[in-house]
């Protein structure tokens, strides 16, 4: 037996409560996980929540990503004791996710561990970190460098921010960091970023073209606030979009892209290619200061996710929340 997190729906509202499974209730899959730590990202909060129909089948294990040590495999490539670390392919919402002690998974879905990683860091950078990573390297493959001018990260305060920023300021990028909470602005300067812009200032309606202010951009918000990163942005510059926590909804103009040539580059961390993923744990081992990541994580149990899941969505929760999954 061990312990999950189920997620259910009783008389049309969702329902999340600690339970006690067998191994023959998982699904199916190559490879057997003991799961060490997962994370609560906002996905998983609108999972755990019900407040979005991420989930496709009920009751499911929530959690996009997870860490932790093989225990069975019938993969060749993992051996039982291998630590790995799991992130996206509908894990946590077509398939039983990481928010439980043990997690059966495709052998394609999983990334060995860096050397030097632990299960602990990986999930404290997980899905959020590895989407950050991800958008740093569209950054550079757009030829933004750090001597090309200021980088703007849009929702700088959440999981996915809070690592951007702390990867371009170690990478020695200029950052300038957007929040919705800017008493949060001496949390963001210790992670890397040397200006703080308000939300409700890069929310304002913006024209077709504005002044050019960003060499680049990691966008997390969507909406207002990417429309107006794009009319900001240098020429030759690159948008990175991975977010939409403030709409999905884009109202742009086509000026930026043919009057300055801005590259606007879509980033999904879901189903990216075995190969990337690799080189973007790599990275993260290589550029992020993991000795950091204490100043944007928090720990917390299976037991206190529902509260944190809808802290998560009210937009209370800074940075990354790590959850202890063993005992």
Known sequence: MFKALIVDQVDGATKAEIQQLEETQLPEGDVLVAVSYSSLNYKDGL??????????????????????????????????????????????ERHWGGMAQKARVKGDWLV??????SERDAM??????FTAMLCVMALEEGGVRPDSGPVLVTGASGGVGSVAVALLGKLGYQVTAATGRTEESDYLRSLGASEIRSRDEMSAKSRPLEKQRWAGVVDTVGGAVLARAL????????????????????????????????????????????????????RLQQDLELS????????ITLEQVPDYAARILRGEVRGRTLIRVED
């Open 112 to 117: 060995p561990l860096p050397e030097g990683m």
């Open 47 to 92: 999972a755990v929540t019900g407040k979005g129909p991420i989930i496709s089948s009920f009751p499911a294990i929530p959690g996009i990503d997870f860490a932790g040590k093989v225990l069975e495999s019938n993969d060749p490539r993992y051996a039982p004791g291998q630590p790995v670390v799991l992130t996206g392919w509908g894990v946590g």
């Open 231 to 282: 009319a900001e942005t240098h020429y030759n510059g690159t948008v990175a979009a991975c977010g939409l926590a403030g709409s999905h909804e884009l109202n742009t103009t086509v000026m930026p892209f043919i009057l300055r040539n801005v590259r606007l580059q879509g980033v999904d961390s879901v189903v990216c290619p075995a190969p990337r993923r690799a080189q973007a744990w790599q």
């Open 124 to 129: 404290a950078i997980g899905t959020a970190g």
């Open 292 to 299: 950091r990541l204490g100043e944007v994580t928090q720990e």
